[in-house]
């Protein structure tokens, strides 16, 4: 469990990956060019916190919503996330730490904490990133220039009030193009088998199945119809506030229509200025996780 992954929710996660998306120019690529240095400057920042929010609804009824805090230093690879689910009529509160190769799981219910070793520190040579050379971060550039190049020219900015900047993307169902709905539509036709690995592991009586929303089982007609995207920017140029909306329609095996609305929403604070949060394990009930892979 590597609740690490929701500090990358954003705009920028959500861009990268619908690099198929396609839309016509609207607007100066002054927005876009804010929105890259941005991501860029952000990615540099060595420690941050982060208030993230998540819904997921259909046909107007809420069937999932997390919430989470997460301290993060990135460069001293220690993290501290504190995490809420309402999956339907399960609800989970678990807390996550992560410091010198070690990862400590506590969930509401369970007085144990569960602690799974990472690796030694006689493989980190082998193990650990390395920092992109400039020529590669350079292809990484040009890389996401031409994935993005068909709606640059629709990010807008505005100036918001607390002086920040505000970007904004717009995409109707006319704008996405056939490679993007096929994927989404690969993707949803096939959650119950991504699923399946899920539904038996477990710590304790944490089942990490029900951290995972259970979305209908869509067939045919399944089309992204709205996608909007918000971005803000502050004085520095960091990307501190991150907001998404994806509309999704499709029928499920019994033909029945759904209209997915998934909500994303995150604020970065405290950046290069956060102190991670750890836990004590002395006196605690510990149960050491043994993992039949690695990461």
């Not at 717009?170 to 709905?181: E, H, R, T, V």
């Not at 539509?185 to 991504?194: A, E, G, R, T, V």
């Amino acid at each position: 469990m590597n609740f690490k992954v929701l500090s990358a929710v954003g705009i920028s996660g959500l861009l990268m990956a619908g690099g198929v998306l396609s839309t016509s120019a609207f607007a100066s690529s002054s927005g876009y060019d804010l929105f890259k240095t941005s991501v860029k400057k952000t990615q540099t920042v060595n420690s941050f916190t982060a208030d993230i929010n998540a819904s997921l609804s259909d046909n107007g009824k809420e069937i999932y919503q997390v919430s989470s805090v997460s301290q993060m230093d990135l460069k001293g690879d220690a993290s501290s996330s504190s995490v809420n689910i309402q999956n339907g009529s399960v609800s989970k509160e678990v807390n996550v730490y992560s410091k010198d190769h070690q990862e400590i799981v506590k969930s509401n219910g369970d007085e144990n904490y569960y602690v799974k070793q990472g690796r030694h520190k006689g493989n980190e040579e082998n193990h650990k990133e390395e920092k992109p050379s400039p020529q590669m971060q350079k292809d990484i550039e040009n890389i996401f220039d031409a994935l993005t190049k068909n709606y640059q020219d629709s990010i807008t900015s505005q100036k918001l009030a607390n002086g920040n900047t505000e970007l904004q993307l717009n995409l109707s169902k006319d704008q996405i193009p056939a490679a993007g709905q096929a994927a989404v539509s690969f993707f949803l036709k096939n959650m119950d088998h991504q699923g399946q690995a899920m539904e038996k592991a477990n710590l304790g009586s944490l089942k990490l199945a029900d951290l995972t929303p259970k979305l209908p089982q869509l067939q045919t007609n399944i089309m992204v119809s709205k996608v909007v995207l918000h971005g803000e920017v502050n004085a520095d140029e960091y990307l501190v506030g991150q907001e998404a909306d994806i509309y999704v329609t499709g029928q499920d095996t019994n033909g029945t229509s759904h209209d997915l609305v998934l909500h994303l929403n995150s604020k970065l604070d405290q950046l290069n200025n956060t102190n991670v949060k750890s836990v004590d394990l002395s006196g605690k009930k510990v149960v050491n996780v043994k993992e039949n892979h690695e990461d």
